[in-house]
């Protein structure tokens, strides 16, 4: 099986040669992080310690979504497939294990089944608000509970006043959801299906907008790519959105991985990042993200681009 970068970074630690290339190679990518000029030498130094690394294990090194020290395993990653993001808005390699190799995340659906049936006639009183149900479900797991509670109370601290809610750890919060509960009690929270506007509100809501989404005004799309680039997390979400959410009009499913699953997986994956999308209104299931391409000047179509990935993608 494919190793995953922490692993393979230890691999690489332990052979001199490999340790002296990787190490050459960590300078050269904060360097470019920092914007610090480099030499014609430092250049040719650090071209050769890519295409080095390029023939090591390191390269087909990938990160669970799931795992402990994530950022470390990412930072790995986007060490050795630095060349790939300079200054890119597309990049087509995703740093994650693709779903069907981490099986060992699924949850028993049965014995789900079995306990949302002992509920029964609570459960039946929700029949009209899906997303109401899918909350009385949650209410089942104690892990699941708890982790919502948590991003609740962190997402509307401050929210509406003055000193604003902190971000930062809404975001943390809500990405520790995600990451952490199992999925079939995540999806059905956040995918609802809903026929009315009050159903519709709670699913916009799912994320606790006003502190996770939105500004008190829409930054520039660019201005969110920006800062996502710049954060290893947002960085490998994107990389898997655009790797599994990529729309053409080839195929009946709208998908060209031909994997709704995977697409739904990886725009939850966006969630409690820079880049963090949501529902637009409690009418539809368009989604967007929250920010405007006006005033793009001459990189309107980038910014266009970017907004169309969420906007109007069939895949999705």
């Known amino acids: 099986p494919r190793s995953d970068c922490i692993a393979a970074e230890q691999l690489c630690l332990l052979d001199s040669t490999c340790n002296g290339t990787y190490r050459t190679l960590e300078s050269c990518v904060l360097a ?10 430092s250049r040719d ?6 295409l080095v690394l390029g023939n090591s294990s390191l390269l087909h090194c990938k990160c669970h979504r799931r795992m402990r020290r994530q950022e470390h395993c990412l930072r790995v990653f986007w060490t050795v497939h630095s060349s790939m993001t300079d200054g890119e808005m597309i990049i087509n390699t995703s740093p994650y294990e693709s779903p069907a190799n981490e099986e060992h995340w699924k949850t028993d659906y049965n014995k789900l089944a079995a306990l949302v049936s002992g509920r029964g006639s609570q459960l039946a009183a929700d029949a009209t608000n899906p997303c109401l149900k899918a909350t009385h479900v949650c209410n089942l797991s104690k892990k699941c509970v708890r982790l919502r509670t948590d991003y609740a109370s962190i997402c509307t601290k401050g929210a509406g006043s003055e000193d604003m ?10 990405r ?11 999806k059905t929270i956040l995918f609802c299906p809903c026929q009315d506007e009050r159903c519709g509100e709670r699913r916009r809501k799912t994320i606790v907008p006003d502190c ?3 500004y008190n005004t829409k930054p520039n799309c660019l ?3 920006d800062s996502c680039l710049e954060d290893h997390i ?10 599994n959410c990529q729309p053409t009009d080839m195929s009946p499913d709208g998908c060209s991985q031909h994997n709704h699953a995977a697409c739904l997986q990886a ?24 920010c405007t391409c006006e005033s793009s000047g001459n990189q309107k179509e980038k910014c266009d681009q970017i907004l169309s990935m969420f906007e109007s993608n069939k895949c999705l």
């Open 32 to 41: 470019r992080t920092r914007f610090l000029p480099l030499d014609h030498q």
């Open 45 to 50: 130094r650090c071209l050769h310690a890519e």
């Open 165 to 174: 809610c902190d971000r930062r750890k809404c975001h943390r919060a809500l």
């Open 176 to 186: 520790n959801f995600f990451e952490k509960v199992p999925e079939d009690f995540t």
């Open 212 to 214: 996770s989404f939105q």
């Open 223 to 225: 201005w969110l790519l």
């Open 234 to 243: 947002c960085k490998s979400r994107l990389a898997d959105f655009q790797q």
């Open 267 to 290: 725009y939850m994956g966006m969630i409690g990042t820079p880049m963090t999308p949501n529902y637009v209104s409690n009418f539809s299931v368009e989604v967007s993200l929250w």
